[in-house]
C-alpha cells in the first residue's frame, strides 16, 4: 500500500481549478471523500490531512473552489480575499461545491454511489452548503466551520450531518450554534452536533496559534473529532 | 466470563441503599462506574444497561439514591415523587452520590483511582452534580440529563464530562443546554456536548414512548451515544 498525490486540472464555473486526488494505488471501488480546505484553500496541510484519511479506506479529492493559482497564505495581508468572493457570491460557491462532487464521482477509484464530504472553517462551510444543496452526498462533516445559511432557499438535505464545534469559537458563537440546530431540525434531516468545551475556532489545525483572537489548535478536541469523523464516516459509508 | 448481578444493601445518609453490583465473575482491578437510574430509580432496564457496560471489561454499581424500597414504575401517578425529595433538597443528594461513590470504590473487584459515572434523565443530573461536588472520578457521561445546578457554590470539576443531548428534549431545551456550556467553561473543566437532531428526551429507553411529551426512544441516538460513552470511559480510565 501506497498512498500518492496527483494533482487533478479541471474546468469549472469561472475557470481552471486545480484539486489534489490522494488515493491508495491499489484502491478500487472506494467510498470518496471531498474534503474543503480553509479560507487559505488547498495547500500541504490538506493533502496531509487527506492521506490520513485516505488511510482509512477512501480516496479524497482535495477540492480547489478558488481557481487555479488563488491560494494565500498566513503572512498574507488580505488573506480572506478568495473565500470572500464566494461568500459575497453563494450562488456561484454552491455550483462549484457541486462541481468539486461531480469530479470526485468521476475519479476512477471511486464508487460514486458512496461518496461524503468534509471541511474546515471555511470548508465547513462548504460542506454545509453542499448539503444544502441537496447534494447526493451520504454524510459530511464540519470541523470549526461557518453556519450562516445561503439568501436563498436550500433544496431538501439528504446527507447525514456531523458538525464538530469549538464552544468558544467567536467565529461561530453559541446563538450561531443554536441557529444551525434549528435550521437543520427544521430541515428534517439527521444531524449530530459535537461541542467542545474549552475549544476556539481552528481546533485541528496544528499551524493556529491566535488564542488571542480565539484560534488555536485543541489536542483533544483535534483528536477526538477526528475519532468522531472516522465513526461517521464507516457509519453512513457502509 | 460471566457477569453476574449481585444485590448489595448499604447504609447512606437517611437510611438504607438496595444498589445492584454487575461484574464479570472473574473482574479484579477493574474499572468501576456508578450507573444512575432514571426518574423510576433502580430497574430492570438500568441492570440490563449495566451488563452491557460490564461486558466493556468494568464493574458496575447501579445506584440506588432513593432508599431500599423506594420505587416507582410509569403506571404510578405520582412516580416523580422520590426524584422530587433530592431534586428539592440538593445538598441531601449530593451526600447520597458521594455515598455511592464511597461504595463503588470499596467493591472488591474495582480499582478505586479508576472510576467514572454515567446516567441517564435524573440520573444524568446525578452524574452532573456528583462532578459539581469535586468527586474524585475521571469521568462523567450524562445522557438526555437534566442541567439546572445546585442552589450552592460548587467545588472545581476534576471530571471529563461527556453530554449526550436531544435537541429537541423538553426538559432541556437549546438555552438550558446552553447554559449547561457556559457553567462548564466557567468550571474550566473538560467537557464535550453531543446533541442529537431529530431526537427527544429519553432517547436510549426502548420503554419510553409518548412522542406527544417529547419522550421516545430514538434508535440512532442510542447508538450514536453508547459508541461516544465507550470511547470516552476508555479515553479517561486508560
Same mark, same amino acid.
Given at each position: 500500500?501506497?498512498?500518492?498525490r496527483?494533482t487533478?486540472?479541471?474546468?469549472g464555473?469561472?475557470?481552471l ?13 472506494v ?27 477512501y480516496?479524497?479529492?482535495?477540492a ?9 497564505t ?39 454511489a ?17 448539503? !444544502?444543496?441537496?447534494?447526493?452526498? !451520504?454524510?459530511g462533516?464540519s470541523?470549526h ?19 464538530c ?14 441557529g ?10 439527521d ?9 476556539g ?24 473529532s ?13
Amino acid at each position: 500500500m501506497a498512498i500518492t498525490r496527483n494533482t487533478m486540472v479541471h474546468e469549472g464555473p469561472g475557470g481552471l481549478f486545480e484539486s489534489v486526488v490522494v488515493t491508495d494505488d491499489g484502491a478500487a471501488s472506494v467510498p470518496g471523500i471531498l474534503l474543503f480546505p480553509n479560507v487559505l484553500g488547498t495547500k500541504e496541510a490538506d493533502f496531509t490531512m487527506a492521506e490520513k484519511v485516505a488511510a482509512l479506506g477512501y480516496a479524497v479529492l482535495v477540492a480547489d473552489v478558488y481557481g487555479q493559482g488563488r491560494r494565500t497564505t498566513r503572512a498574507d495581508p488580505d488573506m480572506a480575499r478568495y473565500m470572500k468572493e464566494l461568500n459575497d457570491d453563494r450562488a456561484l460557491m454552491k455550483a462549484r461545491l457541486l462541481r468539486s462532487l461531480e469530479v470526485l464521482k468521476g475519479i476512477s477509484a471511486v464508487d460514486a454511489a458512496r461518496t461524503a464530504a468534509i471541511g474546515y472553517c471555511f470548508g465547513g462551510k462548504c460542506v454545509l452548503d453542499l448539503a !444544502r444543496a441537496g447534494a447526493d452526498i !451520504r454524510g459530511g462533516v464540519s470541523f470549526h466551520g461557518v453556519y450562516d445559511a445561503p439568501p436563498f432557499a436550500n433544496a431538501a438535505i439528504t446527507a447525514k450531518l456531523l458538525i464538530c464545534h469549538g464552544w468558544d469559537d467567536p467565529i461561530a458563537p453559541p446563538d450561531a450554534m443554536v441557529g444551525l440546530g434549528r435550521e437543520l431540525t427544521e430541515a428534517g434531516c439527521d444531524w449530530q452536533i459535537h461541542a467542545y468545551g474549552q475549544t476556539g475556532h481552528a481546533f485541528t489545525d496544528r499551524d493556529a496559534n491566535m488564542p488571542e483572537r480565539g484560534l488555536a489548535y485543541q489536542p483533544d478536541a483535534d483528536r477526538r473529532s477526528f475519532k468522531a469523523m472516522t465513526d461517521f464516516l464507516a457509519e453512513v459509508l457502509a
